[in-house]
């Protein structure tokens, strides 16, 4: 099955499986910081692939997306200070990757399909149809912040990472993030309700 018939999160592990084949490019000495890069590769995948999905990398090309974001935090995870949260410096590092694919693809930006829901025999289908029509509006929404509001909202309010981790993560100063904030929550709750 090609990379692009494959969608939602449950995609993940196959992308993951393929993009492990690949990564790293060139053959890297084993040693004791290698088993923890593959270990940090192997517990945060899933994270960094939905990420640059809400960041508005297409299926057909966040498999590469992934990919360039896991040979920049191999390149830089010698400077990687172990005593902060990783997740938030893996998606610092998806950030930037998801920016440069916007800028080269800039005319080509639409609104991603959200990921289709696995089927669920406790929930009804109507319920079913509700959530998915929930997370396709809140996706559109998403899709008019600007890359950076887009970036803080999605690493606070959908993944959890507190402010001043998206603030060393991006490398921009605390108050930028509570602005980036709040301005991309405003503008989120104005197009879920409808409002211009």
Do not use: C
Not at 126 to 135: G, K, T
């Amino acid at each position: 099955m090609a990379a692009s018939d494959r969608d939602g999160p449950e995609a993940a592990p196959a992308i993951k499986e393929e993009v492990q084949s690949v990564a790293p490019l060139t053959p890297v000495p084993a040693g004791p910081d290698e088993a923890a890069f593959a270990a940090a590769y192997d517990a945060e995948f899933e994270a960094v692939w939905l990420y640059l999905r809400r960041l508005g990398v297409p299926e057909a090309d966040v498999e590469d997306a992934v990919h360039d974001v896991f040979v920049v935090a191999h390149r830089k995870y010698g400077a990687y200070d172990p005593s902060r949260p990783l997740r938030p410096w893996l998606l610092g590092i998806a950030f930037r990757v998801a920016a440069q694919w916007r800028r080269r693809h800039r005319l080509e930006v639409s609104v991603a399909d959200p990921e289709p829901e696995r089927a669920d025999d406790a929930r009804a289908p109507d319920e079913l149809v509700a959530r998915q029509q929930v997370r396709s509006r809140l996706q559109a929404a998403l899709s008019q912040l600007d890359i950076h509001q887009r970036a803080v909202v999605v690493m606070h309010d959908l993944n959890g990472v507190p402010v001043p981790e998206i603030a060393s993560a991006l490398d921009v100063p605390l108050n930028t993030v509570y602005s980036r904030l709040r301005l991309g929550r405003a503008k989120i709750t104005a197009a879920l309700r409808g409002e211009p």
